[in-house]
């Protein structure tokens, strides 16, 4: 890794600040100043350290948000607001990405990251990771509704989808609902309702695999994931 990226990726500053550091001679490789800032380091090897402090590299950060609704889940868009906007800036110098999507007006559980294995891992259709939703139904919900998410429903373009676990918490004019689902096609609450003839007018997503939002996240703030909740969601730590 380049010497004024490590810097850069570890908040001392812009890609300029870190170059004005180095070239003042205020960095030490392995304990020798080190003036270009082009020079390769090793983060795992190599110590470094600003006007004697230590460098300690973090490599991957892992984030959960509670996604407010008129947020896109994107890394940047022209004309909307996205997830990373309200990142602070030294969490976003990560160069983070959200882990799949929610739909602009769907509240909820967003994981974001920059560990791209780990984002395969959880969005990879074999790994039937589940994902599990709130939602309230214009329209009575059944159990036969139940029935057939537990058959899979066959969506407007003919796509079937696996499987889905209905439970349905109050059954009314507005129908309370908890579905677990294991793809994550487009919209694709939103469609498998539809397939019954319902509608959804309000959608939060719960969990994602063993991890649960933090209920006491206000909408739109964000922490990072503790050790213990990333060992929950990361299925290649599993067994």
């Known amino acids: 890794m380049r010497l004024d990226k490590l810097l850069g990726n570890n908040g001392f500053g812009t890609r300029k600040d870190v170059k004005q550091l180095i070239r003042e001679g205020t960095v030490r490789v392995n304990g020798i100043a080190e003036k270009d800032p082009g020079s390769h380091v090793n983060p795992e090897m190599d110590s470094v350290d600003v006007l004697g402090e230590p460098v300690v590299h973090q490599e991957f950060i892992y984030i959960m948000m509670n996604k407010p609704p008129g947020v896109i889940s994107a890394t940047e868009d022209k004309w909307d607001q996205t997830v990373i906007d309200l990142l602070a800036e030294n969490d976003q110098r990560f160069e983070p990405f959200p882990v799949g999507r929610l739909d602009k007006d769907t509240e909820g559980l967003l994981v974001i990251t920059n ?25 009575i919900v059944n159990d036969g509704d139940v029935a057939a998410f537990r058959e899979g429903v066959t969506l407007e373009d003919g796509f079937h989808t696996k499987p889905g676990m209905l439970n349905v918490l109050v059954s009314d004019a507005i129908s309370e609902i908890e579905l677990t689902i294991t793809e994550g096609k487009f919209h694709q609450v939103k469609r498998m309702f539809e397939a019954v003839d319902k509608k959804v007018i309000y959608l939060k997503r719960l969990s994602m695999g063993n991890l649960s939002l933090d209920e006491s996240l206000p909408l739109g703030h964000y922490r990072e994931l503790t050790e213990q909740e990333l060992n929950k969601l990361d299925p290649r730590k599993k067994g």
Do not use: N
Request: glycine share 8%; aromatic share 8%; hydrophobic share 30%.
């Open 115 to 139: 560990d791209g294995k780990l984002t395969h891992e959880l969005l990879s259709p074999k790994k039937d990771i589940p994902k599990t939703y709130f939602a309230k139904i214009d329209g």
